[in-house]
């Protein structure tokens, strides 16, 4: 048929190209091919095609599956199962083709009435789920009918298998899926017409039995001969290896290790009728088949098995004078082999790569496993890139394998049947002992002489094993004794076994087994990290081995582990159960928080109250350690985690709550008691996890509650409440109380949960309730009535509570408006001037009162009482008074402060003693240095004491100054001062009062001398006292030595600049990013910054911060400043950035700084960066001075870089780079690009292969 013939006919037919193309079995693509010519159209789909033109509009055409026919035998198959078959016999044949894909699949005699034609055990619950079987024409009727029979006799059925003689498209396929999840089911797989013609093809009982035909399969078959089920035909991961061979004529030979989907990246070749599987070596039949068929292509499938297969192919294809082209897969072991049969050059070779971890998950949902996330990233790290491996392993689960999978030992099945072919039946013996060193593995030479092997027999042996991607090379660093005594770090070569269930599994079976197992202490002594042994030994005894003394051996090994290690090893031996927990916290009680995650999962009534005790211990305090764990915070996340069952889902708070009310009354504290008692009433359940692939993207996890969910958590209140009314107020945690009411506040309106209208209902009446039970019990805590009442509004809940006037009047929430007014006016008279009638004593009295009512209920905002003492202490007779009283009482430094102002201000009798009182008390010193630096005139020894703790809070000195509140003497005094923390603190706050113009100002211009914005029409700068205009300089009289004192300010400021510190630790990122304003503005005073801070000095000190101011100047200087600069620098300055950037492209001043012995260590600094045409000549001062061209390349690189994205393009990047100077006319340049390309290209090598190990196994 010609492509004119094939346009005729679809447009007689009536079909769209796709349609035609699902008829005949291939992608639309390719009938557009053979359209246009592109293509032949193969014998095989030309009998399609002429079927079609006989069959006209009937349209039994399209009734063919999606599958390929090709030969007689097939397409009579796929007649058969369009007519008419007996249904009992279908269902029957149905059962038993699906038993090799899903073993617990049993039939049911007359299952019909309950909706089971079949039955398939699941292995996670005791409840079997139901194979739907028809050869109806009605499919969603007859599925619907069944499943709701199903259900009527299993309420909780919510999978199934369906079945059917029919051909099913793709949108049949969604509404099956679709009529199933409506009645609440999912259907795990629907096999239809095409699978069943593949499964017969190769069954000629059942052929004969249920279709009565008989007949010889082809030698050439679209069915692969394969272990593994072929799931569906999208292509993932494997687009540029299908168009390879697609678009390449010619022998050709796929190479990849078991799993890695040779098998179904070739049928997609045959789905689009490029290729047919040889499945028989009967040479008679293959020729006819290549007479007849002619395929464009045969796949010789796992040619390594027998590699003279291709050879006896190539002769039947001369023989027959057939041009079709030769496709063989191999294991990458063998390849090498194939290839001499296949006579074909690397080019004609590919090698698949494992896929990358998001493809993978991709992969294994296609397969029909949607989640939950755990079992998605088990099965993907445990294919570990190999997509045809994944498939299976999600099948097994699909058909109630789920724990054989997970444990590793379907994986250990799989693959060990497949290598015993490479190896012999010695497989597990072979590989147990490197399994045995977990990540780390062991040394080959030390592995075989325990096994009694030759090192080159056991290292061809992991050669084969390693080309199957089953073991890798290792690395680990250890510390051995010298010769001379001392510790030497030494890198040990090793091979492991990846992934690490199958470590696991392995160990469990050799070393465990009842069958000859190995001496295990023998080679424990051999592998390359003790830990890593370990670690293999517990996850072994998760999957059944008998280890009792393997506490033992981690108690042994803990002194020579780091505390961190051990704690991780602690941790998995307490995941192995409720046994093994309550061991760990008897052995290691000291190491309780680091396990604590995995003891509660095993052993919460253990746990529980150690942890509680520690918070006791700890009284209320978070940890000082901010690395350290908070062990409220451990229970919180393991009581409100979600759980995949709502029964663990009210267990857990459950048990929390009972737990801790047993441990209060057996003497615990009450307070923490009822901490974990608020956790557990949390309505909130959320957790953050990563994908399951690549690991890049965090997910958030949210819990929503059921009726039943509350009606748990409000018996938990009940038991709570009957707590809390026999506790006086200071045992009572208000704070964790008040935080739980808002939780159930703003829960229901979450609308990341989604929560149901009548869930809902459920959570406001509870809140409603929960918040009346608490406003009951604190009727006399105004604080916490106004809280409560405020929280409730929030919800639209009305409550009952009791408030206080006066409370309200100083914690009221107010329009934006009416805050301004009472922020710059104060409050109103009515609420002043009841204050104002107080005795002294009455109104410290109350005040204190009302400030520990908002303490104890947290309310920090709107807060009122700083500014009512603002204006009191304006009408009060005597401040002085007031404010030791209100010192006597404890009130806070905002209330007290006015009144020691104004006393300050006024000189009143007691002020010094006042302030000298502040600055002796901890929580008034902030207000005591204020007031005695920014009084006009303070007593010097006051000053003094100011001064001296000033220092300490250098941001609110800063801010004083900025403000223009500390007077000049006292400011001449900060400049001075002998802690440089201080004194830098009050120049940037002084300059930048000065300096910076604000919105409104009159015009200003900028001094010549010191950078400060000054008036257009000044006389003389504010900040230098230099003159700025002259004729205004002469209109003023500047009398009484006010400009020389000003100069002496400016003289002292500037001192002060020169004195940043050195230590990072005492200059802060505030000022290093101002003084860099303030000099970058100076460039008289910036030269001198940069010699009085980096020359003559040679004590190796410094600063990094002090070095980014530096490099921020050095565009303001101009060359001569920056060759004096340069001149000054002396050997230890530590300022490699620095000398970069004073020379940058002034080849003269690289030459001075290169005849400079003394800063040898900066010769090479000016170089960082990547060559360039300016780069070229400071290269060549380099090499004239004796330095390598490593020395050159590696200072290219400098001492550190930044980079956004894959490490390897960066070093790509600097790769072309150094390849722009092999053009160089001078050969020394060219032999520092050569070396630097050749450098950079191995770590952008280096670089690829993390990157794709991290893509392939995640992060």
């Avoid at 079949?118 to 079997?128: C, I, N, T």
Wanted: glycine letters at 8%.
């Amino acid at each position: 048929m010609t492509n004119a013939e094939l346009k005729s006919l679809r447009s007689r037919l009536g079909f769209t190209q796709a349609a035609l193309a699902e008829a005949v079995g291939v992608v639309p693509n390719t009938l557009a091919r053979w359209e246009r010519g592109e293509l032949g159209i193969p014998g095989w789909a030309a009998e399609r095609l002429d079927a079609a033109a006989r069959s006209g509009s009937s349209g039994r055409a399209v009734s063919r599956p999606l599958g390929v026919v090709l030969d007689p035998h097939h397409g009579a198959i796929v007649d058969a199962l369009n007519g008419a078959l007996d249904p009992s016999v279908f269902e029957t044949c149905a059962v038993d083709l699906l038993r090799r894909d899903w073993p617990r699949v049993v039939p049911v005699a007359g299952g019909g009435d309950d909706g089971f034609d079949g039955a398939v055990a699941d292995g996670a619950s005791e409840e079997p789920f139901p194979l739907v079987v028809t050869t109806a024409r009605n499919l969603t009727g007859n599925l619907r009918e069944n499943l709701k029979r199903a259900q009527r006799k299993q309420a909780t059925l919510d999978r199934a298998l369906f079945a059917t003689s029919r051909r099913v498209t793709s949108h049949m396929r969604q509404k099956l899926r679709a009529t199933a999840g409506e009645i609440g089911v999912k259907l795990l797989q629907i096999y239809e017409q095409d699978w069943f013609a593949q499964r017969l093809y190769a069954e000629p009982v059942w052929c004969k039995r249920l279709l009565r035909l008989t007949g010889r399969p082809r030698a050439l078959s679209p069915f692969p001969i394969t272990r593994r089920p072929v799931l569906g035909d999208r292509i993932l991961g494997r687009e540029r290896e299908t168009r390879w061979l697609q678009e390449q004529p010619g022998d050709r030979l796929l190479v990849g290790a078991p799993g890695s989907g040779k098998t179904f990246l070739l049928r997609a070749l045959v789905l689009q009728g490029q290729a047919l599987f040889k499945v028989d070596d009967d040479r008679e039949q293959i020729a006819n088949d290549l007479r007849t068929l002619k395929p464009p292509a045969v796949i010789i499938d796992d040619a390594h098995v027998d590699p003279d297969a291709i050879v006896r192919f190539i002769q039947i294809r001369q023989e027959v004078g057939s041009d079709v082209r030769i496709i063989a897969t191999s294991w990458p072991g063998e390849a090498v082999a194939v290839q001499h049969a296949l006579q074909v050059p690397d080019s004609e070779v590919l090698n698949l790569e494992l896929i990358d971890a998001d493809t993978m998950i991709e992969i294994i949902k296609s397969v029909g496993i949607g989640g939950p996330d755990d079992l998605l990233r088990v099965i993907r790290q445990q294919a570990a890139g190999r997509p045809g491996l994944a498939a299976t392993l999600a099948h097994l689960c699909l058909a109630g394998d789920i724990r054989r999978v997970v444990s590793g030992d379907e994986l250990v099945d799989q693959l060990v049947s497949q290598l015993d072919r490479l190896v012999g039946f010695r497989t597990q013996k072979l590989l147990a002992p490197f399994a045995l060193g977990g990540n780390a593995g062991a040394p080959a030479q030390t592995v075989a002489e325990a096994l009694g092997t030759s090192l080159i027999e056991l290292s061809n042996d992991l050669t084969q094993l390693a080309a199957a991607g089953i073991v890798q090379e290792s690395r680990t660093s250890i510390l051995e004794t010298g010769d001379d005594g001392t510790p030497v770090r030494k890198t040990r070569v090793g091979v492991s076994v990846d992934p690490s269930p199958m470590r696991w599994v392995l160990v469990q079976r050799v070393f465990f087994g009842s069958v000859a197992p190995l001496p295990l202490d023998q080679f424990l002594e051999i592998v390359s990290n003790e830990a890593d042994a370990l670690d293999t030994l517990i996850g072994a005894r998760s999957r059944g081995a008998s280890i009792p003394d393997l506490a033992e051996r981690l108690e042994r090994a803990d002194a020579r582990l780091p505390v961190d290690e051990s704690s991780r090893l602690w941790a998995e031996y307490a995941s192995l159960g409720p046994a093994e927990a309550r061991d760990v916290i008897d052995r290691r009680p000291h190491r309780l928080l680091e396990v604590a995650e995995d003891v509660l999962e095993q052993a919460p009534e253990t746990a529980i109250p150690l942890l509680l005790d520690q918070v006791s211990r700890m009284d209320g305090s978070r940890p000082e350690d901010l690395l350290s764990r908070d062990p409220l915070d451990v229970l919180a996340k393991w009581a409100t985690r979600l759980s995949p069952t709502r029964e663990d889902w009210s267990y857990r708070r459950s048990a929390l709550s009972r737990v801790a009310d047993l441990w209060r009354r057996d003497g615990g504290d009450a307070r923490t008691a009822l901490r974990a008692m608020c956790i557990a009433l949390n309505p909130k359940s959320e957790f953050a996890t990563t994908d399951p692939g690549r690991g890049r993207r965090i997910r958030l996890h949210f819990g929503t509650l059921g009726h039943r969910h509350v009606e748990d958590l409000t018996a938990l209140w009940e038991s709570m409440l009957s707590v809390l009314r026999d506790l006086d107020d200071s045992e009572t945690p208000w704070h964790d109380l008040l935080s739980l009411v808002s939780a159930w506040v703003h829960y229901p309106f979450d609308h990341l949960l989604g929560i149901p209208d009548n869930v809902r209902n459920d959570v406001l009446t509870f809140a409603q309730r929960l918040i009346q039970d608490l406003a009951d019990i604190s009727s006399e805590h105004p604080g916490l009535q106004h809280e409560l009442k405020g929280t409730a509004e929030l919800a639209g809940l009305n409550i009952d509570v009791t408030l206080d006037p006066e409370f309200e009047a100083l914690h009221q929430n107010l329009e934006v408006d009416d805050e301004m007014k009472m922020m710059t006016d104060g409050p109103p008279d009515s609420i002043l001037e009841p204050w104002e009638r107080r005795p002294v004593e009455e109104m410290t009295r109350r005040l204190a009162w009302i400030e520990s009512e908002a303490d104890l209920a947290s309310i920090s905002y709107p807060r009122w009482s700083p500014y009512l003492c603002a204006r009191l202490a304006k009408r009060v007779r005597d401040p002085a008074a007031v404010a030791e009283r209100f010192m006597e009482g404890g009130l806070p430094a905002d209330l007290v402060g006015p009144f020691v102002l104004r006393a300050a201000n006024a000189a009143q009798p007691r002020w010094e003693a006042i302030l000298r009182r502040c600055l002796d008390d901890d929580s008034l010193r902030g207000l005591g240095l204020y007031a005695t630096t920014t009084h006009p005139e303070p007593p010097p020894e006051l000053l003094s004491i100011a001064l001296g703790a000033a220092g300490d809070y250098a941001r609110s000195v800063d801010t004083w100054c900025l403000r223009k509140e500390v007077p000049r003497a006292t400011l001449l005094q900060m400049f001075c001062s002998a802690d440089a923390r201080l004194a830098v603190a009050a120049a940037i706050g002084h300059w930048c009062g000065h300096a910076i113009r604000r919105a409104g100002d009159e015009p200003k211009k900028t001094c010549s001398y010191c950078g400060a914005e000054v008036v257009a029409e000044a006389a003389v700068c504010c900040m230098c006292l230099r003159i700025v205009n002259m004729e205004e300089y002469k209109k003023h009289r500047f009398a009484d030595g006010g400009l020389e004192r000003g100069r002496k300010l400016y003289d002292s400021w500037r001192q002060a600049i020169l004195r940043a510190p050195a230590d990072e630790g005492q200059i802060s990122q505030h000022d290093e990013y101002w003084l860099g304003e303030i000099l970058s503005r100076n460039t008289r005073l910036a030269e001198e910054w940069l010699v009085s801070k980096f020359g003559r000095r040679d004590d190796g000190n410094g600063s990094w911060r002090l070095e980014g101011i530096a490099v921020k100047l050095v565009p303001v200087l101009d060359a001569p400043q920056r060759a004096r600069v340069l001149a000054e620098l002396r050997s230890g300055c530590r300022a490699e950035k620095l000398v970069k950037e004073l020379v940058a492209t002034d080849v003269d001043l690289y030459r001075e700084l290169l005849d400079r012995r003394e800063l040898a260590e900066c010769h090479l600094a000016p170089l960082a960066g990547k060559p360039c045409k300016t780069w070229r000549g400071r290269a060549l001062l380099a090499l004239g001075k004796g330095y390598s061209v490593d020395d050159i390349v590696y200072a290219a690189l400098g001492r550190s870089y930044s980079w956004s994205g894959p490490m390897s393009e960066m070093w790509a990047e600097w790769q072309r780079a150094f390849e722009t100077l092999l053009n160089d006319v001078d050969r020394r340049i060219v032999q520092i690009g050569e070396r630097g390309a050749e450098i950079m290209g191995g770590r952008k090598q280096r670089e690829l292969e993390i990157e794709h190990y991290q893509a392939v196994h995640g992060r």
